[in-house]
Structure formats: C-alpha cells, structure tokens
Nanobody, 124 residues
C-alpha cells in the first residue's frame, strides 16, 4: 500500500526556515516523481515544487524560487523541502504527492497519491 507521510511543519517567524520531510513507503521511490503542494484556507491547492524520478530535474513555483529547495534520498525513501526566508504568504498545509510520470509538473491533476499534510504557520 503506497503511503506518504509529511512531517516538519510548525510555527516560524517571517524570515525563518523549516525543513519538511515526506516519508514514502509501499512503493519504490526511484520510479516516482514527487511534488510538494500547499493549500491555504479558502484557496486552491497549488504546486510549490517537484523533483522528477529520472535525472532529478526540479521545478519551482515562481514565488518560492531562490528560497525553497527540494531534494530526495531514494535510499532512505525520503523527500525534503527546505524552506528559507519564509513569508506570511507561505503559510498553508503542505502536502507531498507522487506520480509514476517521469515529468516534473506542478499541476495537481498529474499526481495520483497524496499524504495527509503538515501545517506551516508563518507569523511573528
């Protein structure tokens, strides 16, 4: 049974950093592209970043470029999202998602499996 479990969320001040983790189980991570999405109250779920299964190609939402870094460790079945210089508008529930597609895309419809989410709050 394919499962994704996020962790690492919390409360951070503007300008601070958090590292989110996504633990994958029940499937071979090597063959899956992984995306990070977020959803703020009253807003649509949006793609933040993704990393492809082949060549580890990455993609980022414009507003997080230069601040967020996605990475994966297939040997540990883990995917990470390092978030730096956090802003109040980054506050949301963050989800990791998996797709067997090899392309790294930030469209929600491309992903088949989802975690339960972890809350990120950015406030002073």
């Amino acid at each position: 049974q394919l499962q994704l479990v996020e962790s690492g969320g919390g409360l951070v001040q503007p300008g601070g950093s958090l590292r989110l983790s996504c633990a994958a189980s029940g499937f071979t991570l090597d063959y899956y592209t992984i995306g990070w999405f977020r959803q703020a109250p009253g807003k649509e779920r949006e793609g933040v970043s993704c990393i492809s299964s082949m060549y580890y190609r990455t993609n980022y939402k414009d507003s997080v470029k230069g601040r967020f870094i996605i990475s994966r460790d297939n040997a540990k079945n883990m995917i990470y999202l390092q978030m730096n210089n956090l802003k109040p508008e980054d506050a949301a529930v963050y989800y990791c998602a998996a797709t067997p597609r090899s392309l790294c895309e930030l469209q929600r419809s491309k992903y088949d499996y989802w975690g339960q989410g972890t809350q990120v709050t950015v406030s002073s």
